[in-house]
């Protein structure tokens, strides 16, 4: 028998981080009850019912409002008034310009409010989706920023110009790349102070736990803690002062488990990958909550619509005017309203009352909406509109009456006098209320991507050293992302110039002129070669040939593929060598040919072997040489086996990268054309696309480097189908030492077949 120890004696638990609402709200069922409204009395017996989960479930975690102190430390105060927060990557075009090598906090800020009416903090994403290309931990591509700590510094205490506050992110599951120098809570506060942070966003983790907290506080750097998905026990909400909000949506607006815990505690509440925000924001809105603004999904933009974005311009206002008001421990959500499908909730403080309302039919409805206790010399606003309203006093009870729209929104004051702020509140949402939210459109858009050009070279009529003919010939080009998330969403993945659309699936037949490839990767010698002849140095130098020293390579590395370039620093070789970087589909056509082979070497599981079975895993493992063995993550686990044996190299696990194989190691990985080292040594610089807020370039070919431990980590994309694709920023953050490159030379017309 399953005793219910923990239980406790109420009709409405929470499930998850919401609290439902009463169910005599709900939209009327055929075969249920006829339909109505909710009575008063229904609305306070479910009231009276959560208050008495709230009263208990403090006692049974020991929780004190008195000495919780994420709200009881002044220096965190702000959170409860931190009401929009994007997550914003920090390859964002409007964040960074790389031809200036500055933060363009101003741009970024202005693009916000414009759009939106602005935030009140910022979550700056520098690690996932790129994370694990190399053994760089979070702590690693922190300091890789471009310009250091002293340029992030400084970008933060732009923000806090504004009236930003900061957040990074913190990555837990990072356990597979490079070990961090000293205890982990402890280095991640040490880092935050240094630049002035204000929070932290735990990724993935349930609440961040105390520790993290008290490191904060022995800095004398308190800092905001507000872990992604909730919280595994309630007594976290002492300490954790923030989070962020995974909902689901019923007619009826449930209330926020945590808010209802500590009325001080913010919910952002985050539905990143939704082209429609109505439910996100009108639960914000009820609960007295705040909203992710987040657009730049790992590179994938996902702008709000116009109603949404325009939606939150005015919940924000509100929300912003009265933060101290929606703190209230008194707080009343499903006070009773008189419209069906109309739901409110009572923000009562001693001076005055505000109540937040959202219309959850698809109608506008208008007329008395609420009904209250007759106070003597108290005045009604409709903040929503900017009026004043005239109610109707009869039977000791003022009836308020005012229209809200469609799937729309309502607030409502009650103060004897208002303020200077609420009536220059009112003068604001008055003029915003002239345009109707459903005069906006609600058609979501994805952005227009376009290909960086790579200009022809002077055509070769004969084969340049160490160059191989790859001669003309039809090809069709099937290809696809293997992002970790985004599923098949239009705007995933990449907009090939003849496709209207960035899509994760994509084919395409063509016709391929000759053209000449390097038969290996460029060497460590071949780069110095270039070194010596030009003393080539970028601007942006950090990182760059991070593993020489003295401008030279290690001893023994002249035939490995040179790393820790950035695409431009390949650029600048291939110019020099009178090559250009190739296409992707060039890339691919050189390693495939024709015939949809999985590998360079062929459809089979290892060169000369049994045909491939269907599975990726497999027929990778194979090809290392090895029997059909994985671990827990589904990463093949090789038997020893001779680097002859191989047709790619062995796959390296450890947090610290070795380095890359030499380039003619593997022979048997030869393409048909004779092309080698493709693929599972290190990735390789192709086409390079922009939008209006992202850039990124198409990796192939996969590397050796594979950190373990974690599914968050950069994929691998060995088969001849797949490819990665690497957001840019800088040089600084976007050298690796696993991405290589080689180039192509455009053939002449008189060029003859061997």
Partial sequence: MAVPLLAQDVQNNPQGEQIPGPACGDVPQWNGAKPRTCQPQEFGAWLADVRHWRDERRVRVGYEAQTAAAYNEPQLAWTQSSFVQPQMMVHDRYFYDPATQRYTVDKYLSDVEARYGGIDSVLIWHTYPNIGIDDRNQFDLFADLPGGLPAVKAMVEDFHRHGVKVFFPVMVWDQGTHTPDGEFWAQLSKELAAVGADGVNGDTLDGIPQAAAERAVKLKHPLA????????????????????????????????????????????????????????????????????????????????????????????????????QLATPDWEPHTPTRIHGVFASKWPTASQTLWTLVNRNPYPVAGGQLRVPTVAGTRYFDLWNGVELHPLVEDGRTTLEFPMEANGYGAVLAVSAPSTNAMALMDKMKKLAERPLLSYSTQW?????????????????????????????????????????????????????????????????????????????????????????????????????????????????????????????????????????????????????????????????????????????????????????????GQPVPQPATAGQLAMPGPDRGRQMQPASDVDAHPRGASSFGVMDLIGNVW??????????????????????????????????????????????????????TVGFRCVQDAGEAVQAP
């Fill in 445 to 633: 858009k994805t952005l227009t991507e376009t290909i960086v050009e790579i200009p022809a070279t002077k055509p070769a009529n004969s084969a340049p050293e160490g160059m191989v003919r790859i001669p003309a010939g039809e090809f069709t080009f099937r290809v696809n992302g293997i992002e970790i998330e985004g599923m098949d969403d239009e705007g995933v993945d990449v907009q090939y110039p003849w496709e209207p659309s960035a899509r994760r699936y994509h084919e395409q037949h063509m016709t391929i002129k000759t053209f000449w490839m390097d038969k290996y990767p460029v060497t460590n010698a071949q780069f110095k070669r270039f070194l010596d002849a030009t003393h080539y140095l970028p601007a942006d130098a950090h990182n760059f040939l991070r593993d020489w020293q003295n401008n030279s390579y290690p001893q023994g590395w002249a035939n490995k593929p040179v790393t820790w370039v950035s695409i431009e620093d390949a650029r600048a070789y291939a110019t020099w060598a009178g090559k250009r970087l190739p296409h992707e589909w060039e890339w691919q056509y050189a390693a495939q040919g024709n015939d949809f082979r999985r590998y360079p070497w062929g459809f089979e599981n290892q060169p000369g072997g049994a045909t491939a079975t269907a599975t990726t895993s497999t027929s990778v493992m194979d090809a290392l040489g090895t029997l059909a063995q994985f671990d827990q993550f």
């Fill in 684 to 737: 390789q610089w192709t086409d390079e696309y922009r939008d209006e807020h992202t850039r990124y370039a198409i990796l192939r070919g996969g590397s050796h480097y594979q950190p373990q431990g974690s599914k968050w980590y950069f994929p691998q994309g060995y088969e001849l189908s797949q490819h990665g694709k690497y957001l840019l920023m800088a040089p600084s953050l976007d050298r690796s030492g």
């Fill in 225 to 324: 803690l507000e872990p992604e998905v909730g919280l595994a026990s309630d007594e976290a909400v002492a300490w954790n002062g923030m989070s962020w909000g995974y909902w689901h949506y019923d007619f009826v607006p449930a209330i926020s488990r945590y808010k209802w815990l500590d009325t001080r505690h913010m919910v952002n509440i985050c539905n990143r990958w939704a082209h429609d925000h109505l439910d996100d924001l009108q639960n914000a809105f009820f609960n007295g909550a705040g909203f992710e603004s987040w657009e730049n999904i790992w590179g994938i933009w996902n702008q709000m619509t116009p109603r949404d974005a325009e939606s939150l311009r005015r919940i924000a206002a509100i929300e912003r005017a009265y933060a101290q």
